[in-house]
């Protein structure tokens, strides 16, 4: 697969001062071979926290492909580093098994919430050792298909709005929750799952999203003379 992500807004910094500067990231999955179709795509709304030094690290890195090559190697070795406490990645065959998404023993699902736990395992990682955004998403996603197939239905997700609030620290075991936004009328095509991820030990909102997944199949009528 062929991915493309681009500055689709330019970073601007809001005239009040208590927000923070924004940039507008968009981003596409295409087919790599054949006729090169696209199969996902989406945006992404950037807010940088970044600390002087870190902005000087970038513009410097811009200026200087050797210094850009050097950081990369070195980010990259601590990620290697990080999944040597992982499962073999040979042995990862889909992302269900990377995020081990686990249901909660402790309740029991209904067909309009489940409820899941899972951890930020060394692999889910970014370089700054706390677990990256798309693996946090990746979960909020599962937990949406896992609510989905539980009623039947077909459990892929065809869009997705995650809001990140809290940093999900590494080794930290987080809770989820996926329950159905409303009932879909009989015409909607997609039903929409508001998913939350808490963290185990202090009940904190890590992250919330909302995950639209094919709405169930009508049921069939009747057969004549019943």
């Known amino acids: 697969m062929l991915v493309r992500a681009w500055v689709k807004e330019a970073p601007v910094k809001p005239a009040d001062p208590r927000l923070r500067e924004q940039a507008f990231l968009a981003f596409e999955l295409r087919r790599a071979q054949g006729d090169g179709k696209l199969l996902a795509q989406g945006h ?3 807010v940088c926290i970044a600390s002087r030094r870190q902005r000087l690290s970038w513009a410097l890195q811009l200026r200087c492909p050797p210094l850009q090559d050097f950081i990369w190697s070195r980010d990259m070795k601590k990620l290697k580093e990080f999944s040597v406490h ?3 990645v040979d042995k990862v065959s889909t992302i269900r098994e990377l995020i081990a998404l686990k249901r909660d023993s402790g309740t029991e699902s ?4 489940s409820r899941f736990s899972a951890l930020a395992a060394p692999r889910l990682l970014n370089v700054m050792g706390v677990e990256h955004g798309a693996a946090t998403a990746s979960m909020l996603c599962a937990a949406a298909c896992e609510l ?9 997700v065809r869009e997705m709005n995650v809001f990140y ?3 999900v620290t590494a080794m930290q075991t987080v809770n989820i929750t996926a329950k159905w936004a409303a009932s879909p009328s ?3 095509s997609t039903r929409q799952a508001s998913v939350f991820m808490r963290s185990s030990e202090r009940g904190a909102v890590l992250a919330r999203g909302r995950i639209s997944v094919p709405a169930p199949p009508p049921p069939k009528p009747a057969p004549a003379g019943l």
């Open 110 to 113: 209904t067909p309009n919430e």
């Open 186 to 188: 009989p015409a909607a």
């Open 44 to 46: 992404q709304t950037m």
């Open 165 to 167: 609030v809290n940093p």
């Open 86 to 88: 992982s499962m073999p």
């Open 148 to 156: 989905q197939a539980a009623g039947g239905g077909l459990a892929t």
